[in-house]
C-alpha cells in the first residue's frame, strides 16, 4: 500500500484511495465544500510523489506546475509527501472594514493587504481561522476599496457560525482566487441581459450588473432576485434606484406565476442564473423552454453552506 507523509505523520492507505478522505480520515481536518472540484477550499501541495489527478484542468498551469492539487480530485497510487494549505503563510490576510445585516445575510467588507486584481464574478476561499469556504465577489473591481461578500447565515454551519462572531478589525485570509462561471462580455452590449439569482446567489450579479453599466451596456437589462421571505430581498433598495434597470422581487411560492409572464424580447438574449442547484436548474430549465439558447444561459451554482 501506498505511504502518505504530512510534515512527521506517515501512514500507509489503500491503492486508490481519494486524497482528501485519506487525509481526513487521519484527522487532519482539510476544509472542503463541492467535492466537485468548483470550490477550491481542499487545495493541497505535494511535495513529492504524484497523486492520480481526475481534474488538472482546475487549476491554473502555474498553480499545478508547483505541485498544487485538490484533494478531493486526487487518488493516491503512490508514495506521496503533503503540504497542507496554511493559511497563515499561503492566504493573503484581508480586515474586515465593514459589516452589515441584511436580515439573514450578512455583507462583510474586506481590504486586503495588498491590492488584488479580480473581475467581478469570480470566486475567492474564505480563510476565518481553520474554517474555508468559498464565496462570489459582489464587489465591483476599480471602482469599489474593497472586497465584498454576502454570506447566508440563516441555517448553521462552521463558517457561517463564525461569521456571526465577526467584528470590524478582525482578519481573515484570502485563499484561492478563481474565474467563477459568470462575468461580463463587453460583446453584449447591445443585447438583452437578465439577470436571475436566488438567495445570495445575487452576489456576483450584483458585482456584474453594476460591470455592465459601467461599460454603458445598450440592451434591456431585468434582475430577478427570488428570496424565501420579503426581507431576503436585501439589496430591494440599490436595485431600484438603478436607472434602466428592470427589477422583480419574486417570492420563491410567487415564483411559477412570475416566470409564466417573462418573454424574451429578443433571441439573441443572454441570462446569468446564480443560486443554489434546484433554483438553478429550474431557472435554466424555462428559461430554455421560453426560447433562450442553451450556449447562451450561463449558471453558476453554490454549494451547501458547511
Known amino acids: 500500500m501506498p505511504e502518505l507523509c504530512v510534515g512527521e505523520r506517515r501512514w ?68 506521496l509527501r503533503v503540504a497542507l494549505f496554511d ?23 474586506l ?51 463564525r461569521a456571526r462572531g465577526l467584528q470590524l478589525g478582525d482578519v481573515l485570509r484570502l485563499g484561492e482566487l478563481r474565474g467563477g462561471a459568470l462575468h461580463y462580455d463587453p460583446d453584449w452590449q447591445q443585447r438583452p441581459l437578465w439577470l436571475l439569482a436566488a438567495g445570495t446567489g445575487l452576489a456576483p450579479l450584483w458585482g456584474i450588473l453594476r460591470e455592465a453599466l459601467r461599460q454603458g451596456h445598450q440592451g434591456e437589462i431585468r434582475v430577478m432576485h427570488v428570496a424565501r421571505e420579503g426581507a431576503g430581498h436585501y439589496l430591494a433598495e440599490p436595485l431600484r434606484e438603478m436607472a434602466g434597470v428592470n427589477v422583480e ?15 424574451p424580447s429578443s433571441r439573441q438574449t443572454v441570462a446569468l442564473v446564480c443560486g443554489a ?17 442553451r450556449r447562451q444561459v450561463f449558471t453558476d451554482r453554490f454549494v451547501s453552506a458547511l
Open 12 to 79: 500507509a492507505v489503500p491503492t486508490g484511495s481519494n486524497l482528501l478522505d485519506a487525509l481526513n480520515d487521519a484527522g487532519l481536518n482539510v476544509p472542503y465544500s463541492c467535492r466537485a472540484g468548483s470550490c477550491h477550499a481542499c487545495l493541497v501541495r505535494c511535495l513529492a510523489g504524484q497523486p492520480l489527478d481526475a481534474l488538472p484542468q482546475a487549476l491554473a498551469q502555474d498553480k499545478h506546475a508547483q505541485g498544487w492539487r485538490l484533494a478531493c480530485q486526487c487518488q493516491v497510487v503512490e508514495d
Open 87 to 109: 493559511p497563515q503563510q499561503d492566504g493573503l490576510p484581508a480586515q474586515v472594514c465593514a459589516l452589515d445585516w441584511f436580515g439573514d445575510v450578512l455583507r462583510v467588507r
Open 111 to 161: 481590504r486586503p493587504e495588498r491590492a488584488m486584481r479580480y473581475q467581478a464574478g469570480q470566486h475567492v476561499v474564505l480563510w476565518n481561522g481553520a474554517v474555508a469556504r468559498p464565496y462570489s465577489l459582489a464587489s465591483l473591481p476599480g471602482e469599489d476599496d474593497y472586497l465584498e461578500f454576502h454570506i447566508d447565515c440563516q441555517r448553521p454551519g462552521a463558517f457561517c457560525d
Open 249 to 263: 422581487l419574486v417570492l420563491a411560492e410567487q415564483l411559477d406565476e412570475a416566470l409564466a409572464g417573462l418573454r
Open 277 to 293: 442547484p434546484n433554483s438553478v436548474e429550474r431557472l435554466a430549465r424555462w428559461l430554455f423552454i421560453a426560447g433562450v439558447p
